[in-house]
Nanobody, 134 residues
Framework: QVQLVESGGGTVQAGDSLRLSCAAS????????MGWFRQAPGKQREFVAA????????YYADSVKGRFTISRDHAKNTEYLQMNSLKPEDTAIYYC???????????????????????????WGQGTPVTVSS
């Protein structure tokens, strides 16, 4: 059974840092793109960051660019999200996700146009809450 388990969330003050982890079990996702999304209360789930299967290319939402860094460790079947200079508007539940078969087999053009879409990810973690106080 496939499981994605996030950890590392918590309550911090503005300007602090957190590092989220997402450990996958049940199968390896070394050949799949992965991503992070977040959902604030009363809002839709939104894209945060994505990384290609080999870690060679990363993408970020404009709101987190320059502050967040996505990475992955194939040996540990784990992806990470380093979050620096946190702001109150970063408060949300953070979810890791694994890209769909279609996304994983797509070429650069399709991937670059679809990595931010929730529908392009097949497996999701249960989420870890992040609260940033001002």
């Amino acid at each position: 059974q496939v499981q994605l388990v996030e950890s590392g969330g918590g309550t911090v003050q503005a300007g602090d840092s957190l590092r989220l982890s997402c450990a996958a079990s049940g199968r390896t996702f070394a050949s799949y793109p992965m991503g992070w999304f977040r959902q604030a209360p009363g809002k839709q789930r939104e894209f945060v960051a994505a990384i290609t299967w080999n870690g060679g290319t990363t993408y970020y939402a404009d709101s987190v660019k320059g502050r967040f860094t996505i990475s992955r460790d194939h040996a540990k079947n784990t992806e990470y999200l380093q979050m620096n200079s946190l702001k109150p508007e970063d408060t949300a539940i953070y979810y890791c996700a694994v890209g769909s078969e279609r996304l994983s087999r797509s070429g650069r053009e399709y991937y670059s146009g679809n990595y931010a879409r929730v529908e392009e990810y097949d497996y999701w973690g249960q989420g870890t809450p992040v609260t940033v106080s001002s």
